[in-house]
């Protein structure tokens, strides 16, 4: 009977033309076409989408660090596709906008009236000599890779003594806070497992400080120095040589500008903090800016070329940080946006930049970052600067609950609505009223 009621669905809906078409089935994917799907007749929203699994990456952390399973942030595709909606299990390989129209690998061609790109950051460890190679030998792993991340555990469980380098990029990444998360994870289990002492622990960054947020700066400088670890700016990992378990960094000068000099270091275990680029039909697209990542309105979010079309999450080139926070109000501002486009109406509501990053600073404690471009913009009463249990619990329980339940059924909008209420009772800055 099931299958009598797909192929009619099938038929009745044909994968040709959608009224909404969505690319990309990760968080902010699955949140648009879940808004959209409710709103619109059945069949009018298409999810193109090539992966059978869904990750909670916000999760990953936690794996690397033993505190989840891979298992838990791990979903099938097809049961998180909203109903009404329906999934092209393939990948899209060439943007034509100017025919409203996208072509998948294969050659088919599916058109549109409006499209939600959705297409995420992907992660480029190609760009490190030997890194890829290197995943696949001991003491390499990166808790960005769902294929790489328990190794991460593995390797903390069974480390010895040496250098433990944790890296950090020069240019884009997801989730900024997390290759320092797994740093600080792992000196925690060091500790716990009594060879801290046979560890030399370094943090790599391009970066010129610890974290690019100034309120910040301080107490993860703080939690670094209590923790022995070994922060070095103005680094870039560009090889990897896994005959000598070598890794060559290239020194940049303080203007982030790449100079002659490198720095070799032994490593016991190096985790990768991969360089992510726009995916590669996104970048040869129209749609991309220089960077290649989606040239869209930093407020409204739709295309600066093709108003039919808007972004979400991590694969625009918005100034926010890439977060599964920041897409859920970008989803606040498309499910506005993009029903004023639908009716006819000139997109107004604008995205206020917020990010979020929970900075796990060991086994039980997390410093809750949250910021835009301008400073904190922090959703409680609370001193979100200090390592705290109560953060922690956020992070291991109520996210993940959030993102699988709010955010990619486009059921949350971000916290914007909790931190008003909270400033009632602002205890940071005295201004609230109760
Ligand atoms: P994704 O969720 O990555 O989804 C993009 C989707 O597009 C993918 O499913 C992909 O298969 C698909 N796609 C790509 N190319 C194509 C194509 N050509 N055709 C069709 N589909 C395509 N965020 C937080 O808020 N808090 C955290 O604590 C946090 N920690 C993190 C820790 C780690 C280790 C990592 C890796 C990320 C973390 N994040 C965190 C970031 C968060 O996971 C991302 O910001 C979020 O998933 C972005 O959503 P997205 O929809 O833009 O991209
Ligand atoms: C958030 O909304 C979100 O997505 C569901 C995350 O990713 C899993 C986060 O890490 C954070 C911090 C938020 C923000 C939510 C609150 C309640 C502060």
Known sequence: MKKVTNQLVKQQFP???FKLLVVGGGAGGLGAASKFARKLPRGSVGIIEPHEDHYYQPGFTLVGGGLMSLKETTRKQEKLIPSGAKWIRNEV?????????????????????????????HLRFDKIKGALEALETPGVCSNYSPFHVEKHY????????????????????????????????????????GVRENAHMIYATSLDKIFGVENYVKPLEKVAQEKDIDVRTRRNLIEIDTSKNSATFQLLDEDGAATEETEKIEYSLLHIGPPCSAPKALRKSPFADKSGFMDVDDGTLQSNRFPNVFGVGDCMN?????????VSSHLKTLDRNLTLAMLGRKP???????????????????????????????TTPL?????????????????????????????????????????LVDSKNRKGIL
């Open 15 to 17: 994968a040709k033309h």
């Open 93 to 121: 390989v060439l943007f034509t906008p100017t025919q409203n129209m996208v072509t998948l690998d294969g050659g088919e061609d599916i058109s549109y009236d409006y499209m939600v790109v959705a297409m995420g950051a």
């Open 154 to 193: 593995r390797e903390v469980m069974n480390f010895q003594g040496g250098n433990a380098i944790y890296t950090y990029p020069n240019g884009p990444i997801k989730c900024a806070g997390a290759p320092q998360k797994a740093c600080y994870i792992t000196d925690s289990i060091l500790r716990q497992r």
């Open 318 to 326: 918005t100034p926010n940080a890439k977060t599964a926070a920041s």
């Open 348 to 378: 107004y509501f604008k995205y206020d930049g917020y990010a979020s990053c929970p900075l796990v600073v060991s086994k039980n404690r997390v410093i809750l970052a949250e910021f835009n471009s301008n400073g904190p913009l922090e």
């Open 383 to 423: 001193n979100q600067k200090k390592p705290a249990y109560w953060a922690f619990l956020m992070k291991k329980h109520l996210m993940p609950a959030l993102y699988w339940n709010g955010l990619i059924r486009g059921y949350w909008n971000g916290p914007a609505t909790i931190r008003k209420f909270s400033r």
